[in-house]
């Protein structure tokens, strides 16, 4: 599929967001844990988040999808039934790295596997600290997928792991695996990472404790199920956030969104390089700060992405990327060899889309330098089945000098499906 994008001076009007990737998966899963039925409203329609959805069926957990609103029964901990044909988790890292957590504690094996992409990414990192735990795999060269999870049942034991890269994945997976065991499981972060899981646990009245670079999970007993709502995701409103700085006349909500402070450097760093971006209106739900975002068109610094923001910006780099083309001062991104490793390398997708509209860029294996002052030219541009990569070059589009084509548009699906629609609601 492609999508042709025309420049636009204005983003007017109220976004409405899918809900929260990060928070969904989480839910999802901690439901799947739960004792009674759990009912999730505003549930992400993201091909990822549903890649959970489909595992957990394949597990033997009663999930019902009725547009938005999800509806899991769980039957406590180490409920799930060994899954015959195996699990797909499509293109979601999220689904495989984390849902490996809870596969760990159980009492037999398991296969998960994904497409094409998702089979190029390693899983050292889950396997390391899930092999302390006593668990055992097997993995196409050692790290790839297809994974084999050969779960420790009740013979899973606690452990202190301190990661050698921050990762809230990694984090999640351990304390999932954690949940199932009555000790303290202890994880320690050389960067703070987004915390949804310590916060969704502690709503479902879990005990863990968080303290400076360290949390700990006290598991072995089961909870009861409760009715969540999710949040919109801040990560599918910085594309709207980019566009509306980057386009002059604009004056756009944006509505419902999360708020965590451990996702906060998004906004940080776009109010810091000049963007106009207010919180209107603010409240609490289920632990989760949640907010309604003002963005107008505003005269874009630039910046520089490296170290402890490189990590919590790792998934908002390509629409940032875009941002800094057009800003006074140009982008620099150090810190991010990450990139390389997501559903494309995006240092590269990247740089070949921004070329071939014929912006310059000077890539480094870590990350890139873009210069500012540029101008974006109309061009075809492709995904090459990156959702991040085709809503980033749509915001690049709507300031080009003509019509733009992006190709395998339909990669946005993974996690936002009504991207293209939205888009075109609100420019003007």
Not at 267 to 280: E, H, P, Q
Not at 302 to 322: F, K, M, R, S, T
Request: glycine share 10%.
């Amino acid at each position: 599929m492609k999508e042709v994008i025309h420049p636009s001076r204005a983003l007017e009007g109220t976004v409405i967001l899918p809900g929260d990737k990060s928070i969904s998966h989480r839910y999802a899963m901690l439901a799947s844990l739960a004792e009674g039925v759990t009912r999730i409203s505003n549930y992400s329609s993201g091909a990822d988040c549903h890649s959970t959805l489909g595992c957990l069926r394949t597990l033997g957990v009663p999930v019902t999808v009725q547009g938005r609103e999800v509806t899991i029964e769980g039957k406590g901990l180490r409920s799930y039934t060994p899954a015959a044909a195996g699990l797909d988790a499509g293109n979601s890292g999220s689904t495989i790295r984390m849902l490996a957590g809870i596969l760990a504690a159980q009492d037999f094996t398991t296969r998960i596997a994904g497409d094409e992409s998702l089979s190029k990414r390693p899983m050292e990192r889950i396997m390391r600290p899930l092999t302390e735990m006593g668990a055992t795999f097997s993995a196409r060269d050692g790290k790839y997928p297809p994974v084999e999870i050969h779960g420790a049942g009740t013979g899973l034991r606690a452990i202190d792991y301190t990661m050698p890269v921050a990762s809230a994945q990694v984090k999640s997976c351990v304390l999932l695996a954690g949940l199932h065991v009555d000790a303290d499981t202890t994880v320690r972060e050389p960067a703070k990472t987004r915390d949804h899981t310590e916060v969704a646990l502690r709503e479902l009245g879990v005990d863990v404790r968080a303290g400076r670079g360290t949390v700990t999970i006290r598991g072995g007993r089961n909870f009861a199920a409760k009715d969540l709502a999710v949040p919109g995701d801040l990560s599918s409103a910085a594309f709207f956030l980019a566009a509306g700085a980057m386009a002059p006349e604009s004056n756009l909500l944006i509505a419902g969104v999360g708020l965590n402070p451990t996702r906060a450097t998004l906004i940080d760093f776009l109010v810091g390089a000049g963007a106009s971006v207010k919180v209107v209106d603010m409240g609490m739900k289920h632990g989760e700060p949640v907010g309604t975002l003002l963005v107008r068109g505003s005269k874009i610094k630039g910046g520089v992405i490296e170290g402890q923001q490189a990590a919590a910006l790792i998934d908002e780099i390509p629409v940032l990327a875009v941002l800094g083309a057009v800003s006074e001062n140009g982008l620099l991104v150090r810190d991010a060899a990450e990139l390389r490793i997501k559903e494309t390398d995006r240092i590269e997708t990247l740089a070949e889309n921004l070329r071939r509209m014929g912006a310059v860029i000077e890539v480094a294996p870590d990350g890139f330098r873009i210069p500012g002052k540029q101008t974006f030219h109309a061009a075809e541009t492709d995904s090459f089945g990156d959702h991040r990569i085709a809503m980033a070059f749509a915001v690049a589009a709507l300031s080009a000098d003509g019509p733009c084509t992006i190709q395998n548009s339909e990669a946005a699906s993974v996690s936002f499906p009504e991207f293209w629609d939205t888009l075109r609601q609100i420019s003007r």
